[in-house]
């Protein structure tokens, strides 16, 4: 089964207010937000509403997502990640997202990932993040899954602005040359 | 390698996580829109920012989150949007109904106009004819400010009536016009309706019985609409 082609088959449902199709998505990719959602606001009962927070937002906006512009999958986690964020700003609990992670901002310069949908893909990277020295997986966590800017997370570990920076930037170095680099060579 | 640009670039991936105060990433920004490697080390960024949102491994909600969302649809369609073109053909054919409808009743109207002039001209006309005519009979009436004349054929049963100085009829009300036979019973002989700016009325009562049974003519105000019989108070009372 070509994946995309049917996540794109039942999103053009979605649009038309099929709500087989919506729950076959919900389905499909639930455990992915929930996870997304669960590690950002570290609570189950908040996380199970952004869930759903983000499902009925897919729901009103399905017409809104373009194909040519990106997969699916990562349309629907960043709408969970923004959601979710959304939710800890509004507990009080973390500052306002930069506008750089706005879906429709990151879009144009995105990959479609579903080429490498394969879970062992994503895994690998999730490995790679534990694998990491601690204060740098530390780092990378407070900016992804917390919405923290560097400044904030220099105030959260008690650390110098400069140190943040260094470590954020070789986290991700490491990152990026590791990851792309078994995807070039799959 | 300039200096400006190595500063940006050891920006751009704290960039890629939304991780740059507003400041700096405001001023990379405009430094992103002229210099395309930035933006090419940017995509390989944001390309591991991706990867983060799908590397966590799945866990499921609870049960209650599906029922919860199926609860919600059921008690909220999405709302129905168009796309710019759908609304504006949308717009178009509203557009287009909304003229319909004005254009029906216009036309409506302006039949009831040319209904309206043509009673009028086949009043007037038979009213002059009926001048013109010798053995017509004619009864000059003058009640309550109300002047004017009846011409009777009785050969053809006809009544045209000339009635001036009628006053102004209520919006709910109308005139109308009775003969009246030997026993008091009315019939009716159909409406006055007066015109603005027009100090008389004219109408013609054509009759299938025999005019030669009526004595009296009369007018009442009556319900918009007229009554099989006079309910209302009496105009004029003429005898024939």
């Known amino acids: ?38 590690r950002i606001l570290n609570d189950p009962m908040m996380a199970e509403e952004a869930t759903q927070d983000t499902f009925m937002k897919l729901w009103s906006r399905a017409r809104l997502y373009l194909v040519e512009r990106g997969s699916f999958v990562v349309w629907l986690l960043t709408i969970a990640r923004r959601t979710a964020l959304d939710r800890l700003r509004m507990e009080g609990r973390r500052p306002l997202l930069s506008d750089s992670t706005d879906p429709e901002g990151i879009w144009p310069v995105l990959a479609d990932s579903s080429r490498n949908e394969d879970e062992a ?37 008690g650390w110098p602005l400069g140190t943040v920076k260094t470590r954020m930037r070789a986290a991700l170095e490491h990152l990026r040359r590791e990851w792309l680099k078994d995807e070039c060579a799959g | 390698m300039d200096e400006t640009h190595r500063i940006f670039q050891e920006t751009i991936s704290a960039y890629a996580l939304g ?92 039949k009831k106009q040319q209904a309206e002039l043509n009673r009028e001209l086949y009043s007037g006309q038979t009213a002059i004819a009926m001048l013109a005519y010798p053995d017509t009979q004619s009864i000059p009436f003058y009640q309550e400010g109300i002047s004017g004349s009846l011409l009777v054929d009785r050969q053809r049963n006809l009544v045209a009536v000339f009635a001036w100085h009628l006053p102004p009829v209520p919006a709910d009300k109308t005139y109308q016009m009775w003969l009246i036979d030997s026993q008091g019973d009315r019939t009716s002989g159909g409406f006055l309706v007066p015109e603005m700016n027009r100090p008389f009325e004219t109408a013609v009562i054509s009759l299938s019985l025999p005019l030669t049974g009526f004595t009296g003519f009369g007018i009442t105000l009556e319900p918009f609409g007229g009554s099989p019989k006079p309910t209302g108070p009496r105009i004029l009372l003429v005898d024939l």
């Not at chain 1, 999730?126 to 400044?151: K, N, T």
């Not at chain 2, 507003?22 to 390989?44: F, V």
């Open chain 1, 1 to 38: 089964m070509d994946l995309s082609e049917d996540d794109l088959h039942l999103i053009q449902r979605v649009a038309q207010n099929d709500q087989q199709a919506f729950l076959a998505l919900y389905d499909r990719y639930a455990g992915r937000v929930h996870a997304l959602t669960l």
């Open chain 1, 121 to 157: 893909r994503w895994r690998s990277l999730y490995f790679m993040l534990h694998d990491m020295p601690g204060e740098q997986r530390r780092v990378i966590e407070l900016a992804y899954y917390q919405g923290l800017s560097q400044s904030e997370i220099a105030q959260e570990l």
């Open chain 2, 19 to 110: 991780a740059l105060d507003a400041d700096e990433s405001s001023a990379l920004k405009i430094h992103l829109q002229t210099c395309e490697a930035c933006r090419a080390e940017l995509a390989g960024y944001q390309r591991v920012g991706m990867g983060l949102l799908s590397a966590l491994p799945p866990q499921a909600p609870g049960p209650q989150v599906r029922r919860a969302l199926q609860k919600r649809l059921k008690g909220s369609r999405p709302s129905f949007q168009l796309s710019f073109g759908q609304a504006l053909l949308s717009g178009a054919l509203a557009l287009m109904l909304v003229l319909n409808v004005i254009s029906i009743r216009q036309v409506d109207s302006l």
